[in-house]
């Protein structure tokens, strides 16, 4: 059994910035990335950034320069600070954590950015 608990969703301005938090707990043999999805009101889910275990990252082209995907192996726990946030921010995000041919998701955090 994995969980994924996320936390640090909210409500910001427009040009504010919010950190989001996962961490994981559980059966966890071997992480073989870590990440970061939102899905807005009729959208899809989408790719916002991932991180692996040796520290390589990845970002979606609308938050590069604005967020920064970032981890703590010793607490099993991803993070995701967001910096200049714009109303089309707005979503919620999930944490993803994929360990060989498994994944798990988190419930989502509620992100809102206002004009």
Do not use: H
């Not at 979606?60 to 981890?71: E, H, L, Q």
């Amino acid at each position: 059994q994995v969980q994924l608990v996320e936390s640090g969703g909210g409500l910001v301005q427009a040009g504010g910035s919010l950190r989001l938090s996962c961490a994981a707990s559980g059966n966890i043999f071997s992480i073989g990335y870590m990440g970061w999805y939102r899905q807005a009101p009729e959208n899809k889910r989408e790719l916002v950034a991932t991180i692996t275990s040796s520290s390589s990252t990845n970002y979606a082209d609308s938050v590069k320069g604005r967020f920064t995907i970032s981890r703590d192996n010793a607490k099993n726990t991803v993070y995701l600070q967001m910096n200049s946030l714009k109303p089309d921010d707005t979503g919620v995000y999930y944490c993803n954590l994929r360990a060989g041919a498994l994944s798990y998701w988190g419930q989502g955090t509620q992100v809102t950015v206002s004009s």
